[in-house]
Each structure stands twice: as structure tokens, then as C-alpha cells.
């Protein structure tokens, strides 16, 4: 309320001056009003122009702010000029009721208009001070509250005439008495200074939680005296909430953060880019440059100029050094510039984030993989992971030269797509196994299928791979291929088996020989000297079949111990045209053809001539009996070709063929799927040993349409070879009957055997042709007639026995007895070794020298009949010993 005292008598009346000075004041006051209502408006319309480009790049959604903006100015222009208006016209009415004060007079109508007036102002003022969010209020010195506006009513949740006349701690109170405290120390300041700013703490009370409030207090002074306090506080609850977790957040980031000015100084740090930097606390790095903490300040420098153009830089990777021992961390550096709305610069803000220990674990990683990679490629086995669904993870580079593929061929891919079907029952045993976890590790052989169809072995050896947890997630196994090995350890123990064999049939065979010379002997006697014609034609079958026997065994033996290659080079083209030849009548009768193709310019081969036609006829027979066992004419194509250091030669023909299951077996000795008569199964066994010996190698395989294809490989001759001529040394058979030798009549010859019945022939066909002859079973007895009798021949056994059963060689009876001859300036006789084995003595130059020569067991007395005849001198040539005593009888 307001009231209006009326002026008592005696009180001296204003100057006629006052109001006119009154009027001028109120005019002045209105002028300057408008000016400056007048220049707001201007400068929000500057303010809009000027800033009109960086309006237009705002989002769309704050594109109404600038109008709302100028409206809000407008009414607020009109809303304080409406206000100005009412001062005005109620300053009128002051001065109206002053003037009939003056006059003694009352006007109830002015009076009236004025209560009018005043109420509309206040409600005015009211309504202007409830628009404010922020809480307004007044208080006495001793906390009354006088007024307060809505939202200070909202927050006590009371109305307007619930507050005013109280005590404004019967809704507030500090949420500890430190705050009290410090409130009741502040006051003494603020009636001093009349003025105080500052932040709150307070709780409404029977609400629990504590608000923070941003104030600006102002003293109410009447006649100099603080009478009240007005204050404005705004709720910051909010605000500091964000900030304490903002806080909290910046000092606990495991990142460096940062902020820098335009110098580009460090202004703020967190805790952790201080520690990364190896500083003791925040407080080192303050101030300080930026740059300083790289490795590298150019490094920074080049930064900024990109953050000048681009305003900001994600995860860029730099080097800085820590600050106790200077060495590098490599961080990831995010930084941006920040601006205010007009676009001026603020500050630079950034992060970095350690990733030393990354790119150390990264390096490390890196050589380890570069480590397992180099490995994979040098490893000679295949390496290969499964996951449990047995599906390729992993397949090392080894793929390629192994079977033929490339890894991401079969990556992702099933196992047991080239697996032969019978072996793969056993494989997903075994990985089932493995996966399961039944067993650690495993191994297996398995055959699978080449690329280009070819199958081929294969030995794995299998584990288990598991994660972290320890659960099984697949294997890993190496893979090796043993085809070649296998095919070599077939090789040798084929070649184990042959070389007990060889050793089993050279002692048979040297058996065998000595009753076969003796039937052979037998039956040529007799068959010379019987007339009977019947008895003549039996005596000549058993004497041909002895022969054959005879060839047997000497086939048996060049099988068990090949002769010694009489190695030269050999264009292997020549070689083969010539065993054509030698067979072409019996191809051209049983109507077979033969395609021969041989390079021209074949590289030569070191070998013997004798031994490979035998090997060359032979296949050529083999595939000729094949042919006529299923057809009345054929083909057989011959090719002749290098491949490498190899010169390769394949007989094909169209003939009956092999079966798989016969084919390990076809060069095992005995081994034959002929009829019977028609072969002894030793034919091929002998080409394998002839082939080995010169250092080849020959297979066979059968073909789909029929028929089959030996191929025989040897070694291409790549060196300068000097090549002697073979010496005849052994006696020849190329004559069935001995001339007749008058000439041999009163020689005497020395048979040295241990077998009767050699020793009761030789005697026989020699005295029946007048030669003296002695006959020794051991070695004792030969030296004995040697040292007393003169000879012209000894005919000597190579393997003898002494008196005491102990073996003998006849090549040291040889050396004794020419010893002991030597010893009496006596002649050396003629010696012939006789021997059931097959011996080379084309190297053995002592023995050549001193004319001793071999005769192979079974020999024919015709045989030795012409070796004698040719070896010895006339009988008239003879010359007798110095000595008289060498010729006891």
C-alpha cells in the first residue's frame, strides 16, 4: 500500500520554478530513453548483419534463433517504453496533487487515478519478474522474506502468500555447518561492500538433496542504511554435476589430454599424459611449449600448419621422448582447434594414446610371423590345419610342388576330396579322435591324388589345436611324401631278397656244374664212339639237355653276380637297331611290327654293349610272346628319348598285358606267368641286375586298352671317358668239335679237383687220346706231383679243399707252385682254372701275363681239347727241365 499524506498549513509552497525545471527533467529523461532504445535496436539489426555468414552455416534447427532474437529485443523495447510511459504519467499526477497541496485543494478523481496507476505497476513488475527462470528475491537483515518471484515459489513447491512474511530458513538450511559458518563470516564483508558473487550450497528442507546456487546479492539501502538484502541465484545443481564428472573423467583417462594456447603452451594436463611423459606431476608440464615433448619439433611445427587448414587431425601417429631417459613412446596424437562463434581462435585441444607397448607387441609379431613364414617355406613337409568340421584353415606353400595346387585352391574346402576312398575311413577316425580328444597325436599313411591324376603316399603326423579356454578347435598335422621312399625301400628289399637269392643260387648253380661237366663229358664220349644209330640219337638228346641244364645255371649264375660292364660309350640309338636286327626274322614270322623312334642326337651311355642287348632282346622276346598269346599280329613301338640327365628307352606292345596284382612281382626271380617250358622266370631278373649295375634303373606298367610298357632309364654320360679294350682271356666255344690234334699225343696234364667224377672224365677223354695224365684231389697231392713231375698243362679247380678239409684257392696253389718251379729254374706249365662260378678275370693283368686262362664249368671235352691244342706247343717244342729229377712219373 501506499499512502498519500495531505500537506498541512504553514508548509511553504514549491517555487513557480520547481516544475517547469521538473518538466524539462522529464523530457530530458523521455529523450534519453528512446536514444537508447533506439541504439539497442540498431545494434541487434548491426549485430545480425554483421554476423549474417555465420548464421547461415548454423544448423537448421537454431536458423529461427537470430529473428527470435530481434523480437525478443522488440519487446522489450515496447515493454520498457510502455513502463517509461506510466513513470511519466504518474509523475504528472504527483505533480497535479503537489499544486493542489499548494492550493489547499483535493481532487478524489486524480487521487483515484493514481491508486489506479500504482496497482498496474506493480502487477506490471510482478508479471516482468515471474518471466525470469532464475530465482529472484529480497530478505531483512534478520531473514524475512519481503518478496520472492514464481520460481522461487515452484522450488519451495508453496504459493506466493506461503512465503512472503517468513523466515527463509524454514525452507532452507546449509547442507553442513561449514557453510553456516562461512556464510555468517561473509556477511560483515558484504554490509561493507554491499555487493557479493558467489556459489551456494543449500538444501530445501525435507527434499534430502543439496543444490548448488550461482548468486549475486545486492544490499537495500534507505538513508545510507542497509535495511535488506535482494538477490538473484541461479540453479547450477546441474552444470556442477557435469563438471565434478567432467573432472573426474579428465583427471582418471588412461589417455593424455591437453590443452594449449595460440603460443601453443600447455595450459592444462591430465594426470595421465604427465606419467606417459615420465613427469612427477602436472605442474612440470605446465607452461611449457608443446613441441618440446616430441622426439622430433618439426614434427609439431607440421601439425600445425595442418590444423590451420583442416581445424583438426585424427589419430595421427608421433613421436615423443619421456622425459628420464629420453627414450621414444610412440603415441597416437588427436587434436582439433577450438574457436568461439565468431570464429576466433580459443585454444588447441588434443589426446594421445600410448601405443608404444602396441607397436612393440606389433613388431615382435611381426617377426614372429615373418619367423613362422619363413619356416613354412623352408620346411620340407607340408604343414596343414583343420578346423573341427575338418575344413582347411592353413595350407603351407609346399602344396604347390607337392600336389600340384595352389593353398587358396583348397582354403575353406572339406578334407577327403582327393583322398583315396579306402583310406579315408581311417583319416576321419583319426581326426575324430584328435578333435574329441582321445588321443594327443596321431600318424597315418594314406594315398592321395596328384593334380595332374597321378597318386601318390603320404605320411601325417596329427595334434590337436586349442583357444585360449584349452578346447580343442582343430588340428594341426605335417604331411610328408613317401612315394618316393616308399618305392625305395621296395627297391631295397627287393634287392635284400635278390642278393640272399643270388647267394643261394650261386652256390647251387656252382653245385650243379661239376655233374653237369661230368654228363656233359659222359655222354659226348659215348655218343662219339658208339655205332649204334638209336643209341647215338638218345646219347645226343641227354647231351642237349645237359646243355640246356648248362645255360640254366649259367643264367642263374650272371643273375646272382653280374660280370663286370666292359663299359664304353654307347649311342644307345645304334644299340638298339642292332638288337632289331638280330631278332627281325622271328618278328617278321609271327606277323609283329615294330615302330622304332629314336632321337638322332641321343646323348651316348657308358656301358657294356653284350650286357644291354641282352637286356634289349629280352624285352623284345617278352613283349613278342605277349603279343602271340592273345593275338596273330601286333605291334611293339619302341621310343628312345632324354629327360634330363636321363636317357630314357620304353618298349610298348599290344599283347596280353599285366595284371596289378602279378606286377611287384614280374623281377622276382623264378617269378613267370608263361606256360610252363616256355620260360624260367629269369629273364627280367636278369635285366634288373644288368640295369643297376650300370647305375638304371627299369619298370613296367600296364596300359588301360591292353598290353603294357617296359621303360628302362640310364645315366647320361656327361664326362670324358677313357675306354680299354676288353681281353679275351676265357676259352671259346664257338666250335662243337675239337679238330683232331695229333699234336697233343705224349703230353702230360695235371687234373687238380676235389670232384671225382671231373677228374675220372678229363682222365678218360684225355688218355683215350694219348696223354699222359695225373689226377690230385687236393692241394698237398698237386704240389707233391708239381715239385717231382714235369707238365705240360695243369688243369686246376678255383676252389680246392686241403688234406685237413680246410678251403683252398686255386689261385694260391697257382702262386706256390710257380714258386717253387721258379726256385729250380724249371719252365711254368700251361694253367687253366676250371670254376663252376662266374669270374671276370679281364682285370687280373698278373694272371694274363703269365698265360693262365679260365674254363668255365660245364665245359665239353671238345672244348678243352681245342684250348690245349692251341695253347701247347708241338711236342717236338717241348722242353724238358734242367733238372732230371722233374720227371718222376
Known sequence: MVKISTPRAGDSAEPPSVPSDRDRLSRRERDVW?????????????????????????????????????????????????????????????????????????????????????????????DLIDTFEDLLFSVTLDGTILTVNRSFADLLNLSFAEVVGRRLDEFMEFPDSSDRRSAQESLPRFLERRRWTGVVRAKVKGRGSTRYFECVLHAIVRDDVVHGISGLARDITRERESETQFTDLFETLREGVYLASADDR????????????????????????????????????????????????????????????????????????????????????????????????????????EFARRLMDSFPDLVVTLDAESRYTFISPQILDVLGYQPEDLIGKKLGSHIDPHDLPAMQELIANLISGHCSNGQIEYRTQHKNGAWQLFRASARPLHDEMGRTTGI???????????????????????????????????????????????????????????????????????????????????????????????????????????????????????????????????????????????????????????????????????????????????????????????????????????????????????????????????????????TVSLPVCTQAVLVAEPKPVHASRAQTRAPEAPTLAGKRVLVVDDEEGIRELVTDSLTSRNISVDCASVSERAMELAATNYYDAILCDLNLESESGMPVSGFDLYDRIRENLASRSVVMPLFIFMTGDLVDFASDEQTIRQGSLILQKPFRIAELLLVLSKSLPPAAAVLQPKNSSSKAS
Not at 555468414?53 to 534463433?65: F, G, K, N, T, V
Request: aromatic content about 4%.
Open 34 to 126: 528512446r536514444i537508447a532504445l533506439l541504439l539497442l535496436g540498431a545494434l541487434t539489426i548491426a549485430f545480425a548483419a554483421v554476423s549474417w555468414d555465420q548464421i547461415r552455416i548454423l544448423p537448421h534447427y537454431l536458423e529461427a534463433l537470430p529473428v527470435g532474437l530481434l523480437v525478443l529485443v522488440a519487446l522489450f523495447v515496447a515493454y520498457a517504453w510502455s513502463k517509461t510511459t506510466e513513470i511519466s504519467e504518474l509523475r504528472g499526477l504527483v505533480r497535479g496533487i503537489e499544486q493542489q497541496r499548494a492550493g489547499n485543494g483535493h481532487d478524489n478523481q486524480q487521487l483515484d487515478q493514481l491508486f489506479s496507476l500504482i496497482s498496474k505497476s506493480q502487477q506490471g513488475y510482478r
Open 266 to 369: 600447455i595450459t592444462e594436463v591430465n594426470p595421465a599424459l604427465a606419467q606417459m611423459l615420465g613427469f612427477l606431476g602436472k605442474e612440470e608440464i605446465l607452461h611449457t611449449e608443446l613441441s618440446s615433448l616430441y622426439q622430433n619439433a618439426a614434427d609439431r611445427a607440421g601439425e600445425r600448419t595442418k590444423l590451420d587448414d583442416l581445424g583438426f587431425l585424427r589419430a595421427r601417429e608421433v613421436t615423443l621422448k619421456h622425459r628420464q631417459d629420453s627414450r621414444e613412446v610412440v603415441a597416437l596424437h588427436t587434436t582439433a582447434v577450438i574457436r568461439d562463434p565468431a570464429g576466433k581462435f580459443v585454444r588447441y585441444q588434443g589426446t594421445f594414446v600410448d601405443v608404444t607397448e602396441q607397436r612393440e607387441m606389433e613388431r615382435r609379431l611381426h617377426r614372429e610371423q
Open 476 to 710: 594341426i598335422a605335417s604331411v610328408r611324401d613317401i612315394t618316393e621312399q616308399q618305392r625305395l625301400q621296395q627297391q631295397l628289399i627287393q634287392s635284400e631278397r635278390l642278393a640272399a637269392m643270388g647267394q643261394m643260387i650261386a652256390g647251387v648253380a656252382h653245385a650243379l656244374n661239376n655233374p653237369l661237366t661230368a654228363i656233359l663229358g659222359v655222354t659226348e664220349l659215348m655218343r662219339d664212339q658208339t655205332t649204334d644209330e638209336n643209341a647215338h640219337r638218345q646219347l645226343d638228346l641227354a647231351h642237349r639237355q645237359a646243355r640246356r641244364a648248362a645255360h640254366i645255371v649259367e643264367s642263374l649264375l650272371v643273375f646272382s653276380r653280374p660280370a663286370t660292364p666292359r663299359n664304353a660309350l654307347l649311342h644307345i640309338s645304334d644299340l638298339l637297331q642292332r638288337t632289331v636286327q638280330l631278332h627281325e626274322h622271328s618278328l617278321r614270322s609271327n606277323n609283329i611290327q615294330v615302330d622304332l623312334m629314336a632321337r638322332p642326337d641321343l646323348p651316348t651311355v657308358l656301358g657294356d654293349s653284350n650286357q644291354l642287348t641282352q637286356v634289349f632282346l629280352n624285352l623284345i622276346v617278352n613283349a613278342e610272346q605277349a603279343i602271340r598269346e592273345v593275338r596273330d599280329q601286333g605291334m611293339l613301338r619302341i621310343r628312345a628319348g632324354v629327360v634330363g640327365d636321363r636317357v630314357l628307352i620304353t618298349f610298348q606292345d599290344d599283347g596280353v598285358g599285366i595284371h596289378r596284382e602279378t606286377l611287384p612281382r614280374i623281377f622276382d626271380p623264378f617269378f613267370t606267368t608263361k606256360r610252363p617250358g616256355r620260360g624260367t622266370g629269369l629273364g627280367l631278373s636278369i635285366c634288373m641286375a644288368i640295369v643297376r649295375e650300370h647305375n638304371g634303373d627299369i619298370s613296367a606298367q600296364p596300359l588301360p586298352d591292353g598290353g603294357s610298357v617296359f
